[in-house]
């Protein structure tokens, strides 16, 4: 019998799953935010409430990138609010690294610890993120990003 999974892999692996409810087929994108080992919010990327997914309807694209959608660490946090559920302290599980503003959504939260699964576009985070003291963890081969910085 294998042994069981980290509890990083444990929530990496939840939030590959809220990732395939993503409703942008460019990019399907799943957040967790954990306190305690107990899962507080979820959210995936996808349309504004109440307007047609881009999977229906077609893209928003800026500078190569959808920007119709409401990125899944944002729709997590959102979803924490809505329900008055407190995140501070708590952790985030992303399947690839926040991008900038939601880098700043997560820091602003009081979240204190973001684990990515894949490197996703914006270097700047990992600086960041030391200089708030804020733990940045990518798992398995996305520890860092790529050597060319994107």
């Known amino acids: 019998m294998a042994g069981r999974v980290s509890w990083d892999q444990y929530f990496m692996d939840i939030a590959t799953?809220?990732?395939?409810?993503a409703t942008?087929?460019?990019k399907h994108?799943?957040?967790v935010i954990v306190r305690g080992r107990t899962i507080l919010s979820t959210?995936?990327?996808g349309a504004i409430r109440g307007l047609p997914h881009c999977d229906d309807v077609g893209h928003m694209m800026e500078n190569g990138h959808c920007v119709a959608t409401v990125h899944a660490e944002a729709n997590a946090i959102i979803q924490a609010a809505t329900n008055g559920v407190s995140i501070d302290g708590a952790t985030i599980y992303t399947t690839a690294s926040p991008c900038w503003p939601c880098f700043k959504l997560i820091a602003n939260a009081g979240l204190v610890r973001i684990v990515f699964g894949e490197f996703y576009r914006d270097p700047r985070i990992f600086e960041y993120a030391a200089r708030l003291k804020l733990d940045l963890v990518g798992l398995g081969d996305a520890a860092r990003p790529p050597a060319s910085g994107v």
Do not use: H
């Open 17 to 21: 799953q809220v990732a395939s409810r």
């Open 24 to 26: 942008c087929d460019r």
């Open 29 to 31: 994108v799943g957040a």
């Open 43 to 45: 959210g995936y990327n």
